[in-house]
């Protein structure tokens, strides 16, 4: 091992572990800010002083499913490469980014392996502007591009260019957009209910950080106001990872704040709670 810490600093055999942890370093994409390289290494550090028992699931998810963390790796091809080797040994690759384009890479990986994949992505931009600028703002564009691709779920959305729009608005079957201004109209959690029944099995599990509020994560590439409440989020994520099997995961675009750990622990928890969820679920494999 390098210096990277270990995810909760305990480290699996490799060959025992349920899930794979993937440092992806990747910065330079078109985002307001930069610093995305720094996340995971500081997600990772972060994860030291998170709990491994999870109250709401009343155990140790790390116990039933062990957790190997690698070294990092800062190229497309190479985290493509780990992510089907995780797939093949029956364990879930975790990507923690890096740019939001590391989620890519994991996507192609479980799209060699499986059938029928949806891809549920929690993001306030829909990463589909294709206008010459960098790859890392159209990578959807690949994803539903993918030939056993069944859908891609955009969930949060709150910003998009005027062709976004139109792609979004078409009849693409394999397109479903959740916009942010209508979930804050909404008196219920229904809409969850369509969200859930548009996910075929497996599932790669996308968040970009930016869909939380700023309350929750401070700095990331490109902020928008408003956004997921920490527990909003949470009951949500356990509602669809109880019903959908979750196949691969990836976290991206935190910028760390030098002398504040807010973002990063939540990073870290976050990751925690999904794989307690998962855990929990009984649908690893």
């Known amino acids: 091992m390098s210096d990277t810490p270990a995810f909760?600093?305990?480290?699996?055999?490799?060959?025992?572990?349920?899930?794979?942890v993937i440092p992806a370093p990747l910065d330079g994409g078109a985002n307001m800010a930069k610093g995305q390289s720094a996340a995971p290494q500081s997600i990772l550090a972060a994860s030291?002083?998170?709990?491994?028992?999870?109250?709401?699931?009343?155990?140790?998810?790390?116990k039933n499913a062990p957790i190997f963390t690698l070294d990092s790796e800062d190229t497309m091809s190479g985290i493509?490469?780990?992510?089907?080797?995780?797939?093949?040994?029956q364990a879930v690759p975790v990507i923690l980014g890096g740019e939001p384009v590391v989620t890519l890479a994991g996507i192609r990986a479980l799209?060699?392996?499986?059938?029928?994949?949806?891809?549920?992505?929690?993001?306030?931009?829909a990463a589909m502007k294709n206008d010459g600028m960098d790859s890392s703002i159209s990578y959807m564009n690949s994803v539903i591009g993918i030939e056993n691709m069944h859908k891609a779920v955009l969930v949060g959305i709150?910003?998009?260019?005027?062709?976004?729009?139109?792609?979004?608005?078409s009849d693409d079957d394999k397109i479903?957009?959740?916009f942010s201004c209508d979930i804050a109209k909404s008196d219920d959690d229904l809409w969850q209910e369509d969200v859930i029944?548009?996910?075929s099995t497996p599932v790669f599990l996308n968040i970009d950080l930016s869909v939380f509020s700023r309350d929750v994560v401070q700095s990331v590439g490109c902020p928008e106001p408003g956004g997921f409440a920490w527990w909003d989020m949470l009951r949500m994520l356990k509602k669809i990872i109880s019903r959908r099997r979750i196949a691969g995961i990836a976290i991206t675009n935190l910028i760390p704040i030098e002398g504040d750990l807010t973002g990063d622990f939540a990073a870290a928890k976050l990751c925690h709670k999904i794989?307690?969820?998962?855990?929990a679920s009984g649908k690893m494999f």
Request: proline share 4%.
């Open 48 to 62: 030291l002083y998170v709990e491994e028992y999870d109250e709401e699931i009343a155990g140790t998810p790390s």
């Open 275 to 279: 794989m307690a969820y998962m855990v």
């Open 176 to 178: 479903e957009p959740y």
């Open 111 to 125: 799209a060699t392996k499986a059938e029928d994949l949806t891809v549920l992505s929690l993001s306030p931009r």
């Open 197 to 199: 029944d548009s996910l």
């Open 8 to 20: 909760l600093g305990k480290q699996a055999d490799q060959e025992e572990a349920k899930f794979w």
């Open 158 to 169: 709150s910003s998009t260019s005027f062709e976004e729009s139109n792609t979004l608005f």
């Open 80 to 89: 493509q490469e780990i992510c089907e080797a995780a797939i093949d040994a």
